[in-house]
């Protein structure tokens, strides 16, 4: 399973703390992007970096990315993985920008209208220099996992908007992708 940084992969009271986390609260964390490797006989918790030639990405690529950031004009895009290329690591520049204007061709006022900190997206390259920008303009794109602003768990489609599998709290993205909540080849981890 593929794990980012920051995902909680153990608890300090049932595992040990080996390479590629850290402990904190109680809880173990993954420090690096990469493959969850749990040993239950000898009760360790380790992320393996992932190896391999890099990715090198170009305009019309396909990604995976966390939403690390929502301003009203922009989003900042942490690109985790290449589609169908999972499980090697990206060689260019891993910060992205998403602006407003490449949501839909509909107007959008606000990005938060689409995305949260947290959410999984799928979205293309649309240039890599100067800088790393993304669109989801295209039908199939969008948030691939969004999670619950309360209480930070997974939400599920009921209807036209998003429900929080624990808090049963509504919320609404205006962009969801057609591969919402499939598997992805990359497993996100609350």
């Not at 009760?43 to 170009?58: M, R």
């Not at 992205?96 to 204007?101: E, K």
């Not at 808090?167 to 057609?178: G, M, Q």
């Amino acid at each position: 399973m593929m794990v980012f940084p920051g995902d909680e992969v153990g608890y300090s009271e049932e595992y040990l703390c080996g390479d590629g986390c850290y402990e904190k609260d109680g809880r173990i964390k993954a420090s690096v992007f990469g493959e969850l490797h749990i040993d239950n006989d000898s009760k360790l918790v380790e992320v393996k970096p992932l190896k391999g030639e890099p990715v090198i990405l170009h305009p019309g690529d396909i990604v995976f990315g966390r939403i690390s950031d929502v301003r009203s004009n922009m989003a900042i895009v942490e690109v985790i993985a290449k589609k169908g290329e999972e499980k090697r690591s990206i060689s260019t520049l891993k910060n992205a920008t998403l602006f407003v204007s490449q949501i839909s061709d509909a107007y959008v006022k606000d990005i938060s209208e689409a995305f949260r900190i947290g959410d999984v997206i799928e979205a293309k390259v649309m240039q890599v220099r100067p800088s790393l920008q993304l669109t989801v303009k295209d039908e199939d794109l969008g948030v691939v996992k969004a999670f619950c602003r309360k209480c930070k768990n997974p939400m599920r489609i009921v209807g036209s908007r998003l429900q929080c599998f624990k808090c049963k709290t509504f919320e609404k993205r205006i962009k969801l992708s057609k591969d919402y909540c499939k598997p992805i080849g990359i497993k996100v981890r609350e």
